[in-house]
């Protein structure tokens, strides 16, 4: 009795060290995650006084428009890490999973990455041991875990220095993908706590919150893989790998086309409705959908979107679902019932992204769920599949 009794106790003290690390881990992260996203903003800021300043220069403004299309790729995917790590703790997040070339998705995840390691100066190459070789897994999440290592190798890796991707399936048909990088390496005394969360290496580059190793762990892990790391020490770079099951190789060779529900814009949707009481973000949506060709109107509430929808039906409604005097699921449910109010396209635009949202968009007769904030590759996705009715993947 008394040795259970000294085993709980035991256990008791070490689960509350971990707690207590994990706090003492909190602050310094919730002060880099404000530090990581001021940095964006303030280019952000800098770069439209730029642009409203330089606005004859064209080559000023397109340098300027890249800058900011860059930090704020930089700020969705932080967001995006944070809501994934609170999905997965909820165990709110689901893999789509499909079968796609295993190096198509890397290199496109890798594409992501080399504007990060030219302007660090890095030498980054990729060796082919899995070409022809098909794998079913969440395509979006695979790529996701690959950029977080690919960033995290850049982190870490001085200008000059060299980072590689490499991948194949090994003869135990498990696919493997490897993570190479000369940089600075790995004490013996950090290789078991480098996925911890808020988790960082003081001597590197203090870009990222220190979410992103645990993440990748978690998503790898909720594929039923592994990720391993190895590195000789200090000064000697390090090697991450990521094992997936051998149930995630695809004997027979798939299609390496386009990707399914892509199909050319077939201009089916030339009159589309923003509905959404953000006039900024109302008005700059409506500006792309006539930069795409489309006749474009706009709404700023659910009443005024109905009322517009009675009185000239649009192919495609885009519509906010938080609004106040009428919401959004309240107005999709009375577009439907409009005569022709079925054959409108309604698409949610929202920043609830979970799956219990999604579905209560569709209960209230949306075709689709896009999660804010929508790029304009999502937008032209969206035409292009022309009402196919598959979704667009949200996170």
């Known amino acids: 009795m008394s040795i259970s009794r000294d085993v709980t106790e035991r256990r008791a003290i070490e689960a509350k060290l971990v707690e207590s690390e994990a706090h003492c881990r909190k602050d310094p992260f919730l002060a880099t995650l404000a530090h990581e996203l001021r940095n964006p903003l303030v280019s952000i800021l800098t770069g439209l006084e730029v642009i409203r300043a330089l606005s004859s220069d064209p080559g000023m403004v397109a340098r300027g428009a890249a800058m900011m299309e860059r930090q704020t790729g930089q700020m969705v995917h932080l967001i995006d890490d944070l809501l994934d790590m609170a999905r997965i703790n909820t165990g709110k997040i689901a893999l789509k999973k499909s079968v796609v070339p295993l190096d198509e998705l890397l290199r496109g995840a890798a594409d992501a990455c080399r504007p990060l390691f030219k302007e660090q100066g890095q030498h980054f190459e990729i ?35 060299s980072i590689r991707l490499s991948f194949g399936v090994a ?22 706590s480098i996925f911890n969360r808020f988790e960082q290496d003081e001597h590197g580059r203090q870009d990222g919150v220190g979410i992103g190793l645990t993440l990748a762990k978690m998503l790898v892990e909720l594929h039923g ?30 299609d390496t086309g386009a990707p399914a529900g892509v199909v050319e814009d077939s201009g089916k949707w030339q009159r589309v409705l923003i509905v959404e009481d953000a006039k900024s973000t109302a008005d700059i949506l409506a500006m792309f959908f006539k930069l795409e060709g489309r006749e474009v109107d706009v709404a700023y509430d659910g009443e005024e979107a109905v009322r517009k929808v009675a009185l000239s039906l649009p192919d495609l409604v885009l519509m906010d ?45 949306f075709d689709e769920h896009l999660v804010k904030p929508v790029s304009p590759s999502d937008l032209r996705l969206l035409l292009q599949r022309g009402g196919a009715g598959s979704a667009v993947p949200s996170a």
């Open 127 to 161: 060796q082919s041991g899995g070409a022809g070789v098909d794998v079913e897994v969440d395509a979006h999440r695979i790529a996701q875990v690959v950029s977080n290592l690919l960033s995290n190798a850049a982190r870490y890796t001085p200008a000059g220095g």
């Open 171 to 192: 003869g135990d048909a498990r696919p493997w993908i490897a993570i190479t990088d000369d940089g600075r390496g790995l004490e013996a005394s950090r290789i078991e």
């Open 321 to 365: 679902l938080g609004m106040p005097r009428m919401d959004g699921f309240e107005a999709a449910r009375k577009i439907r019932a409009l005569q022709g109010g079925a054959g409108v396209t309604l698409v949610a635009l929202s920043g609830w992204g979970q799956p219990q949202d999604m579905a209560r968009s569709r209960e209230a007769g």
């Open 225 to 254: 893989g592994c990720i391993e790391v190895k590195s000789a020490g200090i000064g000697k770079g390090s090697e991450f790998t990521i094992r997936l099951p051998a149930g995630a190789t695809v004997k027979a060779p798939g």
